[in-house]
């Protein structure tokens, strides 16, 4: 993606990012740190991204991501109870809620996972963080990457099965 495109992309994207941003944050300063956030993470992944196809599902999950993590920073600090976030975000979340032993070792885990990963090829690596990290839907990744969704359904599992073996070495 050139830098023309990358703006023409962001000036008609915009407004309707800040909308979506606007109604999971409700707040105008967080949910516009959201869109230049989101905007500027399109702009990092310039060279994967395909503009042939239409970038707009992308960016949209992009954000909402990048919400879903905003409101679940702010019920951290605030201790904010769950029944009290919006809808779509109570069911985000959920499977987020940890007791302490839960957490320390959802954290043991994490490291696990991340040490497991980081023994991969680069491209497999790339691939499993788009989607169990940053939630990216498999045709994003496709268009991200350039691939067929057939492609980046079987690269997705060949990744899928080698972290899975590196996990079960590292139990050893």
């Not at 000036?11 to 999971?24: E, K, N, V």
């Not at 990290?133 to 994003?140: K, S, Y």
């Not at 496709?142 to 073996?165: D, F, W």
Request: hydrophobic share 40%.
């Amino acid at each position: 993606m050139q830098a023309t495109e990358f703006t023409d992309i962001a000036t008609r994207q915009r407004p309707h990012l800040l909308a979506i941003a606007l109604d999971i944050l409700h707040d105008q300063d967080e949910a516009e740190d959201a869109v230049q956030d989101t905007l500027f993470a399109l702009w990092r992944w310039r060279e994967r991204v395909d503009t042939s196809y239409e970038v707009t599902p992308l960016l949209q999950r992009m954000l909402r991501n990048y919400c879903l993590n905003t409101l679940l920073a702010r019920r951290r600090q605030a201790k904010m109870p769950i029944h009290e976030l919006p809808r779509c975000t109570q069911l985000s979340l959920v499977a987020l809620s940890h007791d302490p032993q839960s957490n320390i070792e959802g954290k043991e885990t994490e490291q696990r996972i991340r040490l497991a990963l980081s023994r991969l090829p680069q491209r497999w690596q790339t691939i499993l963080t788009m989607k169990l990290i940053d939630n990216i839907l498999n045709a994003e990744i496709a268009c991200i990457l350039n691939l067929s969704q057939t492609a980046t359904t079987s690269l997705l599992n060949r990744a899928k099965q080698a972290l899975i073996q590196n996990l079960k070495h590292s139990r050893q």
